[in-house]
């Protein structure tokens, strides 16, 4: 059992499944295709990110150390929010990006999204978490690999 | 309700406490906790009041943009200077679609470009002309000066516009740009501060000739990723002046930083304002080397892969112009391709070819002889975003090439370098 803590920018609890991408994701790479297909989950769809390409991230954890890509990456986020298809958490290592940042604080606002979000746990945090990993995640930004 | 962390003024908490009703509220509460994340001490005036938003296709997907943008004209709000868009998606006149194409585009993916356009001119879009990514050109008119206060999102204009105009701009994402723009304020922190345009990586040119743009960009987006390079020995090939020439080299460098890695800000010594000011000082103590020579500039373009599915095939379809071409590319690209024509005996190219610029550019560019010249090679000229063309699963089928470094992380279009772009559209095989 390991301990990681990070800051909290979006709070809540959660416990069950991660994925991880160790390279940075690509936003709209990732998600425009079950977002515009009206998917019920997202299937994350970015063949440059072979971590994450064709794993369901709807309703779980995903590690991650930035996201990257196009400036639409926020409202991206905010769509994905807003169909209900989004990961339970974003668990960034490094510290938020301005379009990650953008995309939760979009969700938060006008969709009173109830993602979780917490960054800046380490790189450390990135290099032991492993897909398929239990995890569970505190309102105080304690994350712990069961 | 939303307790800010930064220092907000009565004018700014009045708005935020919904004073000015609940969507002005929205929308401050929006800008101040994406600057509460980044520990911004207040927020500052947007003094460059043109915005330029990011969203310019009406895609379905989008359907929580167009709700707000429903919200804001109900609530009456406009950007006071009105703004510019990045390009429209189609143009079946200059690149043709197939039926199915079309389907496609019509229905699932830009099947809301009417309506949305509707509501963009109820919040202050400049005009019919103002859809480009480079709206900095002098024929579009939104050139922020030096010191400016933006609120932008396009990664190559926001990228153009710290580096080569000196103004400030953060990298927002697509929304923050139209929020910053109506409330004429955002955030400051990171590139809006002096700290935060300093340069942490030194990157010292060492190449034999003038380095390819799009190359050169490329190598260093993907070393320094969002970091500000301080770039030296470049001035040998460009010089210490921002001729046309070379803000158009600076253009398609820059694009190539922020879509390859997430450089917002670059300083090229002797040349670009702020590196011409303040020279070495701009660097911080303990600053990263990254040097770049001929063999570094061929691992780094040996590296891009071929995606399309018949590798060995020769491409069938050129895109020209991501980020849009300058009038000074326009014209330089015509002369180049009438050469390469006469070079290989042809009159006309045997790939589909299209050069992509500003409405505004176009118009200018019709008014010279060279416009006509430029389709009796058989190229045509268009206005669109490539890479919305791109986002169409189907048009994966085309063995589309470019010399945009942006278009080809974007999709799966196949780099050349300009030169063999001239061979490759001539159908001459290039290896």
Redesign the interface.
Known sequence: MKQFKGRVLASGNYKGKVVVSRQGVNTLATFQKSALMNKKEVIASDQNNSDIFGKNITGVALALPMTIGSTTGGMVLQVICSMKINPACLLFSAPIDSLAAAGVVLAKVWENSDIIVIDKLGEEFLKTINTDDEIEVKEDGIVTIL | MYEPKMALDKEQLDILNGKQGPTKA?IM??LV??GD??DAKRLVKVTHGQGHL??SFG???????YK?MDEIIAADLKVKDGFSMDPRPLDYENVKCSLLEKLVFNL??YGKQEDYENQLEKIGLTGKNKFTCACYFKEVGNIPKEGDILSW???SA?NYANSVLGARC???????DIFGSLLGYVPEF?LLTDEGRKATYKVIIKTSKKPEAQILGSAIGMKVM?EVPYIVGLDKYLGTELTDDVCSYLKDFGAATASNG?VGLYHVENLTPEAKHLKEKLLVKDYKEYVIDDEELERVYKSYPIMWKNKDKKGNMAFIGCPHLSLTQLNSWTDRIINALKENNLKKVKARTILCTAPDVKEEFMKTDNYQKLLNTGAKLTCICPLMYTNNPLTKSHRIMTSSNKLRT?SIARYYKDEELLQAICGKEVK
């Open positions: 929205k509460e929006t906790r994406y994340i980044f990011v969203t895609i379905p997907l989008l359907k929580p943009v707000i699932i993916l999102a396009e990664s926001v953060n990298r927002n994402s697509g929304m923050i990171g969002e997430a974007y």
